[in-house]
């Protein structure tokens, strides 16, 4: 495996060698869209979605980008230097999948985690000491039905960077060049919470009441609004500022038929990623002093697992 780093440090907007670290949802469908617009690309995974992925490749099928298939390279374990490595596993598994991307095989690759939650960039930095981590994130419905494919349900696929603008701009081009709507941010706090904004009432309301954004945003208004309102006075304790009344309104546009990736976890009996999500809010919460009950008590509801009684409306995914 070669890298394109060219004399300057920064691949051409084409012919990029681009490692994957967890081909699922949202690793699978940037594998998916990044070797169709010419890329090396590279999945690492288990032995079974390694065996697939050699097999069969990627398959695809998403409103935005169309249905395909595409090749892709597969190993367990990064082995040559890459240009950029995509760290998409869910938090759940992070630790143990780091393990099949080793410092030394990374030479001077740009590292993009494009995880759920605000508190892992600190742990990767210490992990790959020297190598740039950048912050980012990524706002797309995706989710992996098997090994290999990838089933792409929102209309659009997103994502911000934050951090060296000399180093993330090729970036940013390369990922739009793909038909990846990309923009670089200033401030990677502000980037990191204006998702976890959004997806901390979206995930924790669509997980405890069983029920999809559209029944959230109708049954579950109420409960919905001062969530949105306690994740804000959070962030903006952080230093984050967000407005309540837009992330209401992306709730509102978004597909009514839409579930949060913790939902699905949920209805499949996966670990949910209870505490990078609202258990990273609760603590952000508690060293600024901001009171969250609701949030509070439904990270509780969930850590526990009951079922939602008749008088809340539904039951638990």
Same mark, same amino acid.
């Given at each position: 495996?070669?890298?394109?780093?060219? !004399?300057?440090?920064?691949?051409?907007?084409?012919?990029?060698?681009?490692?994957?670290? *967890?081909?699922?949802?949202?690793?699978?469908?940037?594998?998916?869209?990044?070797?169709?617009?010419?890329?090396?690309?590279?999945?690492?995974?288990?032995? /079974?979605?390694?065996?697939?992925?050699?097999? /069969?490749?990627?398959?695809?099928?998403?409103?935005?980008?169309? /249905?395909?298939?595409?090749?892709?390279?597969?190993?367990?374990?990064?082995?040559?230097?890459?240009?950029?490595?995509?760290?998409?596993?869910?938090?759940?598994?992070?630790?143990?999948?780091?393990?099949?991307?080793?410092?030394?095989?990374?030479?001077?690759?740009?590292?993009?985690?494009?995880? !759920? *939650?605000?508190?892992?960039?600190?742990?990767?930095?210490?992990?790959?000491?020297?190598?740039?981590?950048?912050?980012?994130?990524?706002?797309?419905?995706?989710?992996?039905?098997?090994?290999?494919?990838?089933?792409? *349900?929102?209309?659009?696929?997103?994502?911000?960077?934050?951090?060296?603008?000399?180093?993330?701009?090729?970036?940013?081009?390369?990922?739009?060049?793909?038909?990846?709507?990309?923009?670089?941010?200033?401030?990677?706090?502000?980037?990191?919470?204006?998702?976890?904004?959004?997806?901390?009432?979206?995930?924790?309301?669509?997980?405890?009441?069983?029920?999809?954004?559209?029944?959230?945003?109708?049954?579950?208004?109420?409960?919905?609004? #001062?969530?949105?309102?306690? #994740?804000?006075?959070?962030?903006?304790?952080?230093?984050?500022?967000?407005?309540?009344?837009? #992330?209401?309104?992306?709730?509102?546009?978004?597909?009514?038929?839409?579930?949060?990736?913790?939902?699905?976890?949920?209805?499949?009996?996966?670990?949910?990623?209870?505490?990078?999500?609202?258990?990273?809010?609760?603590?952000?919460?508690?060293?600024?002093?901001?009171?969250?009950?609701?949030?509070?008590?439904?990270?509780?509801?969930?850590?526990?697992?009951?079922?939602?009684?008749?008088?809340?409306?539904?039951?638990?995914?």
């Amino acid at each position: 495996m070669s890298s394109s780093l060219g !004399n300057a440090g920064v691949p051409s907007a084409r012919g990029w060698t681009i490692a994957v670290l *967890g081909p699922g949802g949202v690793g699978g469908l940037l594998a998916g869209v990044l070797s169709r617009a010419g890329h090396r690309v590279v999945c690492v995974a288990g032995q /079974d979605t390694v065996r697939t992925l050699r097999q /069969d490749g990627i398959r695809v099928r998403s409103g935005q980008f169309g /249905d395909f298939a595409a090749y892709v390279e597969a190993d367990t374990e990064l082995r040559e230097r890459v240009d950029l490595c995509l760290i998409t596993v869910k938090h759940t598994a992070l630790d143990a999948a780091l393990e099949r991307i080793p410092a030394r095989a990374l030479g001077d690759a740009l590292i993009l985690p494009l995880l !759920n *939650g605000i508190e892992h960039l600190p742990a990767l930095r210490r992990r790959y000491d020297g190598h740039e981590v950048a912050a980012g994130v990524i706002r797309v419905e995706s989710s992996r039905t098997a090994p290999g494919t990838i089933t792409h *349900g929102s209309p659009f696929t997103e994502i911000d960077l934050a951090g060296r603008r000399e180093r993330l701009s090729p970036l940013a081009a390369m990922l739009a060049d793909a038909g990846v709507r990309s923009r670089v941010c200033d401030d990677e706090t502000a980037a990191l919470w204006s998702k976890l904004a959004f997806l901390a009432p979206f995930a924790l309301l669509t997980t405890r009441y069983g029920l999809t954004i559209g029944a959230v945003r109708t049954e579950r208004r109420e409960e919905l609004v #001062t969530l949105v309102e306690e #994740t804000a006075a959070v962030s903006d304790a952080c230093g984050a500022p967000t407005d309540p009344a837009k #992330t209401l309104a992306l709730y509102d546009a978004f597909p009514a038929e839409s579930k949060s990736s913790m939902q699905r976890d949920a209805e499949a009996g996966r670990p949910l990623e209870l505490d990078a999500i609202g258990g990273a809010v609760l603590r952000a919460a508690g060293r600024h002093g901001v009171p969250v009950p609701v949030m509070s008590r439904l990270v509780a509801e969930l850590t526990t697992g009951p079922t939602a009684d008749s008088s809340r409306g539904g039951t638990t995914g």
